[in-house]
């Protein structure tokens, strides 16, 4: 009930509106005294929401005394406010003023339903492109969306992270003092058409962040390193053994002396490195 009720004020309808056509929906036809009876609220106002929904065209009123009023079958009720949002779409699409350019900024999205419900959309829109580099949870979360955008002829490169697959050899950058990272989460990107991406971490608790932002350099610094995470796999894939009997534990020192702290680099010095292993599955 509470999501039917929720749906029906997403159309338009007020709280009160709503429970009232809920309520004729259940008993067929009523009074405007029986409704308020049922629902516990003021005659008045009851009676204010059944002028508005006749007049609409959403509830009849039958003749008699006291009237009373019957709403609309579901697929009747359904056929009238689809077209009526239609016909409302098609005029803001046509009418709305269009500006002058608006330069790139960068916003922050909170919360999963808000975070998916806007890279949903995104996906939905992509023309040409979509780029994506995820954890296998979160890429079947979207594999609706990501097949459809490849019906429509959108080219997609993909990368997983996940699974029973090992994970990439990469060192994580550790921090520098101060408050420690939160950990449990998986970090996600999507550059879609080259033009707007979304870079984000969903945690284990069901919270996630992301950013969003049309910014050219942000989807550049995307791109580049997809491209050069793609570039390294296909070569570690293509030299395989060849890869670790010229480089061996120099392979791993090229990633650690970056990304490593002073001191633990000076420890290290000596040690033998593990050696690399798969790279991000394809």
């Not at 689809?82 to 900024?105: D, H, I, K, N, T």
């Not at 490849?150 to 950058?173: H, S, T």
């Amino acid at each position: 009930m509470e999501q039917l009720l929720l749906h029906l004020r997403n159309l338009g309808f007020t709280e009160m509106e709503s429970k009232i056509m809920v309520e004729l929906a259940t008993k067929g036809e009523a009074s405007g005294y029986e409704v308020a009876k049922q629902l516990g609220v003021s005659r008045s106002n009851v009676y204010a929401a059944l002028q508005r929904l006749t007049q609409q065209g959403y509830v009849r009123c039958g003749e008699g005394e006291p009237a009373r009023y019957s709403v609309l079958d579901p697929e009747e009720l359904a056929t009238m406010i689809s077209g009526r949002v239609q016909a409302s779409l098609a005029f803001v699409e046509s009418e709305m003023p269009r500006g002058g350019p608006v330069s790139p900024s960068f916003y922050n999205i909170e919360g999963d339903r808000n975070m998916l419900g806007a890279l949903i959309r995104q996906l939905n829109l992509a023309e040409k492109e979509i780029v994506v580099d995820v954890w296998r949870e979160e890429a079947s979360l979207l594999r609706n969306e990501l097949e459809q955008a490849e019906l429509r002829g959108v080219k997609l490169l993909w990368a997983f992270d996940g699974g029973n697959e090992a994970a990439a050899p990469y060192p994580v950058w550790p921090p520098l003092g101060g408050k420690p990272r939160r950990s449990g989460g998986r970090k996600f990107s999507f550059v879609i058409d080259r033009s707007w991406c979304m870079l984000g971490m969903r945690y284990e608790d069901g919270t996630a962040q992301a950013v969003v932002t049309e910014h050219e350099v942000l989807v550049g610094l995307l791109l580049n390193h997809f491209s050069q995470e793609m570039v390294l796999f296909e070569l570690e894939e293509d030299m395989g053994a060849e890869l670790n009997r010229r480089y061996g534990e120099r392979y791993s020192r090229i990633y650690s002396k970056y990304v490593m702290h002073d001191k633990d680099t000076d420890a290290n010095k000596d040690t033998n490195a593990e050696e690399p292993g798969n790279v991000r599955e394809e």
